[in-house]
């Protein structure tokens, strides 16, 4: 692995389950889909796509069809046992985007969505750069992140410190390749559940670390006092989508 790269999870299977959990009850992968179709659109050669991180596959398996060849870079082994029993015709490299080496492939799209959470962000620019240089001319890479802002972050806040430097690296991405290379969209993901316990589990999912769990009082007390609306629970989740193109 990567010296940059943090240690994939240890519990695969509950973090696999809170993952399904999570995307069940939020509109995020619909909302999402919606955005990367307006990166697409800009897309004319539609030959490879490249999901990196592709977690239980709701956004490539969609997206796979817009492409001839869909490739996914996954270090987590359930995951990848699963796209490979789900989708045969995939290519699943069961390792980390810093370790993997794709040699002369280029892809005509590539994904990175809610990924860079995991790895240090010292070694962002690195993994976008590793990213453009697997982009074939005309192509572009989406990289979707939570923003530093709204109902999610402040969750956060409480807990831990919010430290995903997504203006910094959007900063970083403008000085490296211009503003004609780097686009930027803002969108809304609306997480609802009917129990408290449901929307606790959603909290531990995103505060990703597990010595959370131990919170897990602490968490329902935040949640009962903040999210509750009628007829259940809801947290607003603010996010970024950052597009490059490569010329071509
Ligand atoms: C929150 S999930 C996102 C899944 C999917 N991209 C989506 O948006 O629905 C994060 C995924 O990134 C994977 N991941 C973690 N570290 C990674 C790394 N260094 N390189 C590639 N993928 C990584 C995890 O195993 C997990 O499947």
């Known amino acids: 692995m990567a010296g940059k790269d943090r240690p994939v999870m240890e519990e695969e299977a509950e973090y ?3 993952l399904d959990l999570f995307t069940r009850s939020s509109t995020e992968k619909q909302i999402e889909l919606v955005k990367l179709g307006e990166v697409l659109a800009g897309i ?35 995951q990848v046992d699963f796209l490979r029993r789900r989708c045969p015709e995939f290519t699943v490299h069961h390792d980390t985007w810093g370790n993997i080496d794709l040699g002369g492939t280029f892809f ?20 976008l750069e590793k990213m453009y240089g697997r982009l074939a001319p005309g192509g572009r890479i989406a990289v ?18 919010y430290d995903v430097d997504i203006l910094g690296l959007w900063r970083d991405l403008y000085m490296r390749y211009g503003d004609d290379v780097v686009g930027v969209r803002y969108f809304l993901n609306e997480i609802w559940t009917e129990s408290l316990e449901d929307m606790a589990d959603i909290g ?15 968490i329902r007390r935040y949640i ?12 607003m989740q603010d996010e970024i989508l950052l597009s490059l193109r490569k010329p071509g």
Request: aromatic share 12%; glycine share 8%.
């Open 108 to 127: 005509d799209f590539i994904l990175c969505s809610h990924v860079l959470y995991y790895i240090d962000s010292d070694a962002w620019l690195p993994a």
């Open 144 to 161: 979707v992140l939570q923003s530093p802002i709204g109902e999610v972050a402040a969750f956060f806040n409480q807990f831990t410190r």
């Open 204 to 218: 531990l999912f995103l505060l990703i670390d597990r010595r959370f769990r131990a919170c897990r009082d602490e």
């Open 224 to 235: 009962e006092a903040n999210q509750r609306v009628p007829g259940g629970f809801r947290m």
């Open 44 to 78: 004319t050669n539609r030959d490879a796509f490249l999901d990196i991180g592709a977690g239980g596959g709701y956004l490539t398996i969609p997206l796979s069809q817009s492409f001839e060849k869909t490739v996914i870079v996954e270090p987590n082994g359930k």
């Open 16 to 18: 696999r389950r809170q």
